[in-house]
């Protein structure tokens, strides 16, 4: 009798887990052209824009959507990124093209070794704040705040995009 009360708390004790590792949901597309398989976490909303999590076989894209008009970024614009439980920033550069739409890239070589800092970082600690930088005269200054859903969200896609994605390389 004690042993079966003791397997079936143990098996309450691992549910969490599996549903955690359940929770990895992405969409998978065909690229038309070129035949590639992309996995994507579709948007996440956030308070000041939404991100999504792209990848492919070669790179992986965190793209930024934020909101408001005349947000102009290029390739020398820049973003603060604070995570939870640090003092510290970390600095992450622009990897997409100019744009006035408020779109910002943070772009990523796809590969089996381990990820760079700032993708390492962005799959394992809860982001609390981005402010992005543009390149303009004033150099404007926009902050995304997270939620605590929100960082526990995007963690865990970013995370999970990354696993899967490793399983396209070759």
Same mark, same amino acid.
């Given at each position: ?6 397997l ?18 992405l969409?998978?597309?065909?690229d ?14 956030l308070?000041?824009?939404?991100v999504?999590?792209?990848?492919n ?17 290029d390739n020398?614009s ?15 550069r622009?990897g997409g ?19 760079? !800092?700032?993708?390492?970082?962005i799959? !394992? ?8 930088i ?7 200054? !926009?902050? $995304?705040?997270?939620e ?5 969200a $995007? ?5 999970c995009?990354?696993t ?7």
């Open positions: 009798m004690i042993s079966k009360i003791k079936l708390l143990l098996a309450l004790f691992q549910l969490p887990l599996l549903l955690i590792a359940q929770d990895c949901k969409i998978t597309d065909k038309p052209f070129t035949r590639e398989i992309k996995l994507s976490t579709g948007f996440i909303s308070r000041g824009g939404s999504t999590i792209d990848g076989k070669s790179e992986i894209d965190v793209l930024f959507s934020i909101r408001g008009s005349d947000k102009c970024y020398t820049t973003a603060e990124i604070y995570f939870e439980g640090s003092r510290s920033k970390m600095l992450g622009n093209t100019m744009n006035c739409e408020g779109l910002f890239h943070f772009t990523f070589r796809n590969s089996k070794a381990s990820p760079t !800092t700032l993708l390492q970082r799959c !394992t600690k809860k982001i609390t704040q981005i402010i992005f543009s390149n303009d005269k004033k150099k404007t200054r !926009t902050a $995304v705040t997270f605590p859903e929100q960082q526990q $995007v963690m865990q896609m970013a995370n995009l990354l899967e994605a490793r399983k396209l390389v070759q």
